[in-house]
């Protein structure tokens, strides 16, 4: 069973919130062609010093990580300074595009999106459950229930924080049918303080996952919000 929803080629992950630092762009850049990677990018505008920064990331869904070659950055710096984060991802962009340009890259349709958070008070830790996308029976469907379990040590910008999401097949009656853990639970990064998945989708196959993770970054110039994704194959 699948979810009807609109996107767009730019998904802009609102976020309101009252603090400094600055809030990342999201861009859905697509998966290749032969399904064996995804690309996405995220620009912004530092808060104090108002310098445009951009990155684009290749991911290797297989491997669930990114591919050494096919990581460009552009970080914030005097250079950068009073230009626009969508300026200086275009520029990212046009400098990445021999790299890519044979990879020819396809966002998910409407119908392979599997969730969007559709409210910014949900906590990371909440349950997201969806029917089945690949098939099951219409009155007695499967479900896929997902769960990112973060664990955070220390507070504020000396935290270092890890997490996994768990993604559990039921069936109508609530047997467990298959159970996957996604991503790096030994990797720790410092600073991020919260963990949130943003959006989940798969690719044509619908044997690809993409889950868009929204990090919250605590430094000396406030809290900020960056991107990542975990991938996996089912």
Known sequence: MKKTLVCSLLLVFGFTALFAGDVATFVDKGFTSDGKYYVFGQYGKTDKKFQ?????????????????KGIFKTKPSAVTADK??????EALEAKSFYYFKNYKTATANPDQVLYILDDVNKTGSDEIVFKDFRGSEIENPNTYNI????????????????????????????????NHKVGSPSIERKGV?????????????????????????????GTSIRYMVEAAQF
């Not at 445009?52 to 050494?68: K, L, S």
């Open 52 to 68: 445009g920064w951009a990155e684009i990331y290749q991911v290797d869904i297989a491997a669930n990580d990114y591919v050494d």
């Open 84 to 89: 626009n984060g969508r300026d200086v991802y």
């Open 147 to 178: 769960q990112l379990v973060s664990t955070v040590k220390g507070s504020g910008k000396n935290c270092k924080s890890s997490f996994y999401i768990n993604v559990v097949k039921k069936d109508a009656e609530g047997n467990i049918l298959a």
């Open 193 to 221: 303080t919260n963990y949130k998945i943003e959006r989940i989708f798969c690719d044509k196959s619908e044997k690809n996952l993409i889950f868009v993770i929204e990090k919250m970054l605590e430094d000396d110039t």
